[in-house]
């Protein structure tokens, strides 16, 4: 009879730390702004769209073809030529340094080939290790074949215009083969955001109250484990939406990032997410011992997330054990949830596959959270 | 003495912390009703005793009820029946004085949660005061504040634990005498206290030093068991007086109150020998009287030192 989840109890719990959040101006602030700040900094950091990137030309044809299509390049406004190096290895050098992002070869007999109709290739080395760095600019080249000689294909040359181009640009993406494109990152950083602070939150919680001595209170009262660990979660969820609603608004309005899918499955699939997130707080804010052990705890837990979840490198560039590891953090599904819903329009049976390995997370979390729950001061 | 009577009957209570022994088979029978104090030095295991017959520390040792429940067992209906006021303030600093009654009530599912907190605030006095946020409170009205919410819930048993801490005189008197009332309509009160004032205001009380309950009963009869005998003397050099008989054979304690020195041992004919040479002194005054309260509980807690 009295083992049971009681709705007033857990109601008190809910009420009790609504005011608190009031109370707390700084820390509610801090948990509206960090999403905008964030957003800001490394939305735009990370998705300008980047111009006059350095790029190194190594050419083997000086005609007047060849000077015709750097000169393209810088025109296009993405390249600007930084470096001519005489020989492959200085090359070589010169963009390992990250000295320069991109290296244009340009083959011998390029003018020769090109007049036969021979199609020559130009080989454009991009280094992606940040490939949003990258994009637009690789995206550019492309056009740059169809267009660049129109000017010196004149004449007998006349009918080497158009398609296909009279010659070919081959992009070969060198440290990160997968380039990410830039949409990729604003609906990442929703689920990072989320990660940090949900987490960092009810971390918090439990300890706050240890370390305020208001637990001993608390457990002397009937209120069961269950109750206040739902009681502090609720709140918090509501904080997480209006996250998640200050990031879909400026994805939308400041970075014009595609909604493809329905954003009401998105707020939907959104709250296993965030549940689990709260409930790793509260299971680490069962363990520690104090506000700084929960604060630690939660960037144990944040780095993994970052780094294995796709976010920052690309999922299947990483080792097995690695993706292993990733495959069971919640923000690894989430993030293909919502880049699958945002940008290829994914319906619920698509979102299915990653939702319930979040539940499953979820589960599991919140088990060990009420085990290692302290009913005693013990 | 039939099991219903008693409010806490418990037996062998044992609690040790990284291996040190903070209470020892401690044995305590509270009856229905009653008011009992709980005294003992700093660190003698109140709080840890406290704690353990309201289930927020599981015994290693020793068994009992508390209410008719089990202590180990049946924790949980302990909790809805008694209400625990903490020596340290343990409400939420950063709610008002309302908000802080009213989460108590909502947790015990009080279904006239207004007007109980209503009425409660009007008890304390600090109606006007109601949405001040606990933290700024002073200390004494922390404590009345904290008294208030472990009473609002209309517990059988109520477990506080130094309430009056820091509390003026008037509103420790005010304090007792709701104690007193609750007493009258049944209401079982542990309150353990550093006060002695207090403690001969306790129908019963124990003794607890280093763990180990050492004397129990009513005021008379802790006296009385204490064997101590205690003479009075007024003499015009209290402080010579004082130096000269500390440390002599069959003298315990040397304590001046006010213009007059209390004089105490346990073995009454060891102590009259030793004062024999100073009652002949001109200008003094010698008395035989009542030993008090603190005089039996220091030579309780010395002895208990001695044994350690
Ligand atoms: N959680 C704990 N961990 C380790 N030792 C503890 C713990 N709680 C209490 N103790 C020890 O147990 C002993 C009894 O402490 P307790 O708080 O019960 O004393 P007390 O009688 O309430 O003292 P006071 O009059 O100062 O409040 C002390 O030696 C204390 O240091
Ligand atoms: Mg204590």
Redesign the pocket.
Known sequence: MSDRFVWYRFWAVVTKEFIQMRRDRLTFAMMVGIPLIQLMLFGFAINADPKELPAAVLSADHSEFSRSFVRALENSGYFKVTAQPSTEAEAERLIAEGDVQFVVNIPENFARKLQRGERPAILVEADATDPTATGNAVGALSQLAQTALDHDLRGALQPLQGKPAPFEVRIHRRYNPEGITQYNIVPGLMGVILTMTMIMQTGLAMTRERERGTMENLLATPVRPFEVMAGKIVPYIMVGYIQVTLILLAARFVFNVPMLGNVALLYGVVLAFIAANLAVGLMFSTVAKNQMQAMQMTFFFFLPSMLLSGFMFPFRGMPEWAQNIGSVLPLTHFLRMVRGILLKGNGLAETLPHLWPIGLFLLTVVAIGLKRYRKT?? | MGNDDLAINVEGLT?R??G?L??SNLALQVRRGEIYGFL??????????I?MLCGLLTPDGGRGTCLGYDVIRETRQIKRQVGYMT?RFSLYEDLSIRENLDFTARIYGMGNRRQAVDSALERLGLADRRNQLAGTLSGGWKQRLALAACMLHEPRLLLL??PTAGVDPKARRDFWDEIHRLAGEGITVLV?T?YMDEAERCNRLAY?AY?TLLARGTVAEVVKDSGIVTWMAECADLYALGSQLRGQPGVSQVVPFGNVLHVSGTDAALLERAIAPFRAQAGCRWTPIQPGLEDVFIQMMEKARDNV
Request: aromatic share 4%; hydrophobic share 25%.
């Open positions: 001061l013990d | 609690k912390f990284n040190l903070a209470v003992g030095p700093n660190g003698s295991g109140k709080t840890t005793t704690r020596q634990d130094e353990s550093h607890i763990g």
